[in-house]
């Protein structure tokens, strides 16, 4: 099993999750974060003074599936939330050991 944590654009959550939907994934957390890249923020004017937006709004979804659904998965996130500039996100694959549903103690693969 693997995890996929996605940074994505917030404006950006409905067509991924229409692409996860369409892929098969049928569960995801979504958090709302804050951070920055390459691009280190911007300037932004508010009432005649300017000031520094250094860490922009961002979405992390996480979604844990098997090893098999992977590249799909992936795939499917990076058309739908690229738009082809800087800031589009990040990717992230990490290794899964176990997983538990808490209501009926199911364990592995079942449990997503």
């Not at 569960?27 to 804050?34: N, S």
């Amino acid at each position: 099993m693997k995890k996929l944590e996605c940074i994505i654009r917030p404006y950006k959550l409905e067509e991924v999750k229409e692409a996860l939907r369409n892929v098969g994934v049928r569960g995801m957390t979504v958090c709302q974060v804050r951070g920055f890249g390459r691009s280190r923020g911007h300037t932004e004017l508010y009432r005649g003074s300017e000031y520094r937006i250094e860490f922009v709004p961002k979405l992390k979804l996480e979604i844990i599936l098997p090893d098999e659904n992977v590249a799909r998965v992936i795939d499917a996130v990076q058309q739908a939330a690229s738009t082809g500039k800087i800031g589009d996100g990040k990717i992230f694959v990490l290794p899964v050991k176990e997983t538990i549903r808490i209501r009926t103690g199911e364990k592995g693969v079942g449990a997503i």
